[in-house]
């Protein structure tokens, strides 16, 4: 799929508080185009019903098609669909073995990104 493809169709997507919200507008603006969004939401579980029920489809993150197995992923073609993020933690304070294991994993990310 190419964005232009995608122009007419109806969208559900996070609403202004996730950075993915301003990603979409800026993705179609490259293309001097405007998504046809029908509805902005901070409910992924709204999100998820709608594109379920085949009302909108949506921008969402690979984890999120990974955990619901209803939901199809299908690429965008010759797009740069990477997202910058970071992580902020106190130094002093105690970091448990889950965020210990984020903090490893996007640095070891950061590195071969960087190669």
């Known amino acids: 799929m190419t964005i232009p493809q995608l122009e007419k169709q109806p969208f559900v997507i ?11 507008y800026d993705l179609f603006q490259r293309h001097g185009l405007v998504p046809n969004v029908v509805m902005e939401t901070s409910q992924f579980h ?3 019903a709608m594109v379920s029920a085949g009302e909108a489809i949506s921008f969402v993150y690979r984890a999120f098609i990974d955990l619901h197995p209803g939901l199809v992923g299908i690429p965008i073609a010759q797009e740069d669909v990477t997202q910058q993020i970071n992580l902020a933690w106190m130094r002093e304070r105690y970091i448990g073995n889950g965020l210990r294991s984020m903090i490893q994993y996007a640095k070891a990310q950061r590195t071969l990104l960087q190669t």
């Open 14 to 24: 996070l609403d202004r508080t996730f950075a993915n919200n301003r990603y979409v």
């Open 46 to 48: 709204t999100l998820s």
